[in-house]
């Protein structure tokens, strides 16, 4: 069966490619203020790949909790994962996951991710990635 998730946005600069998937930002603003030469939600684009070191776009982009952002290098591999897999439950329940992970969405589509945040509570609409709508992400 297809997936019907929608698929990340891809915005290709010339030494990195940053995809961005708006289900499962939780808007946490890492991006924003880590490189707002980058990532300016005024701007359309918001994301603007070439606005700083490609280096320097993959770190803050590894700072994103949710895993909404992820990165290519045009010369290089994708986003490494940490090791070792780490989860923690927030104050809220939610679990913030880094490292190789691998997820089953809702349609049963098996993803590895390097970073999620998870809903514990069962509200999300966009399980199993917590959407902030239920107690878990209610911070």
């Not at 980058?38 to 320097?56: A, C, H, M, N």
């Not at 776009?57 to 949710?66: G, K, L, Q």
């Not at 390097?114 to 509570?121: D, E």
Request: one cysteine or more.
């Amino acid at each position: 069966m297809p997936s019907t998730e929608p698929q990340p946005k891809a915005y290709n600069g010339q030494h990195i490619t940053v995809t961005y998937e708006t289900g499962r930002c939780l808007h946490a603003a890492e991006c924003v203020r880590g490189l707002p030469e980058v990532f300016d939600t005024g701007l359309r684009p918001w994301i603007q790949p070439d606005g700083s070191d490609p280096e320097r776009v993959a770190e803050v982009i590894r700072r994103c909790p949710s895993g909404a952002l992820q990165y290519r290098l045009a010369d290089g591999p994708a986003e490494q994962p940490d090791r070792p897999t780490a989860i923690v439950r927030s104050p809220a329940g939610q679990l913030a996951v880094r490292g190789e992970v691998s997820v089953t969405t809702a349609d049963g589509t098996a993803r590895t991710e390097t970073r999620a945040v998870l809903c514990a509570c069962g509200v999300s609409g966009n399980q199993p990635f917590c959407d902030h709508c239920g107690p878990c992400g209610a911070s």
